[in-house]
T-cell receptor
Framework: GQNIDQPTEMTATEGAIVQINCTYQ??????LFWYQQHAGEAPTFLSY??LDGLEEKGRFSSFLSRSKGYSYLLLKELQMKDSASYLC??????????WGAGTKLIIKP | DAGVIQSPRHEVTEMGQEVTLRCKPI?????LFWYRQTMMRGLELLIY????????DSGMPEDRFSAKMPNASFSTLKIQPSEPRDSAVYFC????????????FGSGTRLTVV
């Protein structure tokens, strides 16, 4: 079957660094996406990885290891506005994205 | 670029009534997706259109749900008759050609069936 696992909830402190992990088992792999979703809003695109390694985009970075079926999203210099759910999604074969349940990130002052 | 436009933003209806949700994808995007999101089940794909043609509707819960895409700039999701368990946020998303692109989501329609 197809499966994506990520922690349900994480808590971090403003100004700190947090790493959100995602592991996947899918039939085929054509890329991994991270989305951010604030409460009551739509998911918005953060990053895309298709090759192994780290992609850096400002305070956010995303890492992929295809051999391990593993990715993480790294958030630096946390701000209160980073409090949101973070969704990991894998494009296995064809068009469809397979979605994780999301990690709710709580930022404390 | 106005993004993906959905209407209405909120809908409250009585059980048994017909509900129609509307979506305008981003111009040039050839894939359109209807999703439902609930706390219990997360994001669920209901139906996928490519070039206005329904490709996969295996996620549509039952015959009460139907979706159309009469042209590249408009799609509807209809529930008839609606039931309380249909209460959820319904998102429309579109994507351009190419695997490297993710989806752009609309703001969603929060449906409450009482």
């Amino acid at each position: 079957g197809q499966n994506i696992d990520q922690p349900t909830e994480m808590t971090a402190t403003e100004g700190a660094i947090v790493q959100i992990n995602c592991t996947y088992q899918t039939s085929g792999f054509n890329g991994l996406f991270w989305y951010q979703q604030h409460a009551g809003e739509a998911p918005t695109f953060l990053s895309y990885n298709v090759l192994d390694g780290l992609e850096e985009k400002g305070r956010f970075s995303s890492f992929l290891s295809r051999s391990k079926g593993y990715s993480y999203l790294l958030l630096k210099e946390l701000q209160m506005k980073d409090s949101a759910s973070y969704l990991c999604a894998v494009r296995a074969l064809g068009y469809q994205l397979i979605w994780g349940a999301g990690t709710k990130l709580i930022i404390k002052p | 670029d106005a993004g993906v436009i959905q209407s209405p933003r909120h809908e409250v209806t009585e059980m048994g009534q017909e509900v129609t949700l509307r979506c305008k994808p981003i111009s040039g995007h050839n894939s359109l997706f209807w999703y439902r999101q609930t706390m219990m089940r997360g994001l669920e794909l209901l139906i996928y259109f490519n070039n206005n043609v329904p490709i996969d509707d295996s996620g549509m819960p039952e015959d009460r749900f139907s979706a159309k895409m009469p042209n590249a700039s408009f799609s509807t999701l209809k529930i008839q008759p609606s039931e309380p368990r249909d209460s959820a946020v319904y998102f429309c998303a579109s994507s351009p050609p190419g695997e490297a692109y993710g989806y752009t989501f609309g703001s969603g329609t929060r449906l409450t069936v009482v």
